[in-house]
């Protein structure tokens, strides 16, 4: 457990004059600051009605004190916090009468950087804090909590110690190589890795589905000019926000829409018609539609029934992660009726963004895609814990690839150690200080 030798001190929330606001104080000093205020020792985890008073006696306001003696408390540490009414000038007259005392004040995410120091939490759960304040819907607050749980941390666990039982395995056979059994060719090794491999694969997975559930799903609507793009981003967004005339080209930037689809975020990117132009200004809208298509999660590709198949080519240069979405539009044209299917690996649907037919649907499929329907396990996730993932798999194919190949323990051995260390990255059983400084310097202050 790490100690702290300093005291810190922070307005943890102060929602305004009507409310109830709080400063929060961890470290050494907390006691002898409680005692100042009370005038004799505070009882841990009970709460104190008090005068709180300035350096010269004169009264700063009326309120609760409550004191968590270590560890048991959210840092880990001694901490105080002071409850009063919700005035910022009186909770900064409250926090300077606490830097009197012996504190300073704490920087951004230091009461969360010490609980994960003083092994309150680990760095998914620390991370998953962050998460839970910046939530955007009911659906990603739900599984930041489920990470600030330990749901993610203990998936990782589990991993974590299968790799390390497989290390054991594999190096064990290394120990010994004058030894006339092939180690190395156990059924149980290749057993292993396998297993190992299709957990990672579906903790992957479950990942990627939390980053979206914490970012809201980032969708790029693409297809020709005058096709209904911007009919179908005000149809989702319920008003006006794109120009629609019959005039092919009339979307010239990407317009950004955000809006929350039934509890799920969602980052809507209505783009330039894909085609060839000679108007300099299109060209440049065509470029900058490429560009968003390069940072989306999902492509939805806007058409008609006469030209699906050809203008599914725009799909072409994908990201290989990006998922793919095909609306067919304009069903009330065609005299059409709304139906879905699966062709390829990608979803279709038909609809009409002008009188509604089919939308429903297109809402729907958008929410699935988010990572609606994850279950109450759902956990939330950030990119950084996706690409420690993809990296762990990456070291996990090449030792299969060895130990089949050549059957090379030592070199097997080393992509499993490097494979522990990413894995471990995630919680923070392997961590820098450059990593940590980048994560708590996110937080809030008071957080």
Same mark, same amino acid.
Not at 16 to 27: D, F, K, L, N, Y
Not at 312 to 315: N, V
């Given at each position: 457990m790490a100690t702290s030798t300093d005291t810190i001190a922070a307005i943890a929330t102060a929602p305004?004059?009507?409310?109830?606001?709080? /400063?929060?104080?961890?470290?050494p000093a907390v006691p002898d600051i409680a005692q100042t205020f009370l005038g004799g020792p505070a009882r841990s985890r009970h709460a104190h009605f008090v005068a709180f008073r300035d350096a010269d006696g004169e009264l700063i306001d009326r309120g609760l004190l409550l004191y968590f003696a270590a560890p048991a408390s959210y840092t880990g540490e001694h901490v105080l916090e002071l409850q009063g009414h919700g005035s910022p000038v009186l909770l900064d007259s409250l926090l300077r009468r606490c830097c009197g005392l012996g504190a300073r004040l704490a920087r951004p995410g230091e009461f969360t950087e010490r609980a994960f120091l003083n092994g309150k939490l680990d760095l998914a759960q620390a991370e998953a804090v962050a998460d839970l304040i910046a939530a955007r819907s009911r659906a990603s607050a739900r599984a930041a909590l489920q990470s600030m749980e330990g749901v993610f941390s203990q998936r990782v666990e589990a991993l974590l110690q299968a790799l390390i039982a497989l290390r054991v395995h594999i190096e064990a056979a290394i120990d010994f190589p004058e030894e006339e059994i092939d180690f190395l060719a156990d059924p149980a090794i290749t057993s292993q890795l396998q297993t190992l491999r299709e957990a990672l694969t579906a903790l992957l997975q479950e990942a990627r589905r939390g980053l979206r559930l914490n970012d809201g799903l980032r969708v790029a609507i693409i297809g020709r000019p005058n096709v209904g793009k911007s009919s179908?981003?005000?149809a989702l967004?319920?008003?006006?926000?794109a120009i629609v005339t019959p005039i092919a080209g009339t979307t010239r930037d990407v317009l950004r829409e955000s809006l929350v689809l039934d509890g799920i975020a969602l $980052?809507?990117?209505d783009t330039a018609g894909l085609r060839d132009t000679e108007d $300099? /200004?299109?060209r440049e809208?065509?470029?900058?539609? #490429?560009?968003?298509? #390069?940072r989306a999660d999902v492509a939805v590709l806007v058409t008609d029934d006469a030209h699906a198949d050809a203008d599914?080519?725009?799909?072409d240069g994908l990201p290989a992660g990006t998922e793919r979405l095909v609306l067919v539009n304009k069903i009330d044209l065609a005299q059409g009726a709304p139906r879905q299917l699966q062709r390829d690996g990608t979803h279709w649907l038909w609809m009409s963004a002008k009188t509604g037919a089919g939308l429903d649907a297109v809402r729907e499929r958008l929410r699935q895609m988010a990572g609606a329907g994850?279950?109450?396990?759902a956990f939330s996730a950030r990119r950084r814990h996706v690409l420690a993932l993809e990296a762990t798999g990456r070291h996990l194919d090449q030792a299969a690839d060895v130990l089949q190949s050549v059957r090379a323990g030592e070199l097997a051995a080393e992509e499993l150690r490097q494979a522990q260390h990413v894995l471990g990255e995630i919680t923070g059983a392997y961590s820098s200080d450059d990593l940590l400084g980048a994560i708590f310097s996110s937080f809030c202050i008071g957080k």
């Open positions: 305004g004059a009507a409310g109830v606001g709080v /400063v929060r104080v961890s470290g179908l981003l005000n967004a319920g008003s006006e926000r $980052e809507l990117a $300099e /200004v299109e809208g065509v470029r900058r539609a #490429q560009g968003e298509l #390069q599914l080519g725009l799909f994850g279950g109450e396990g």
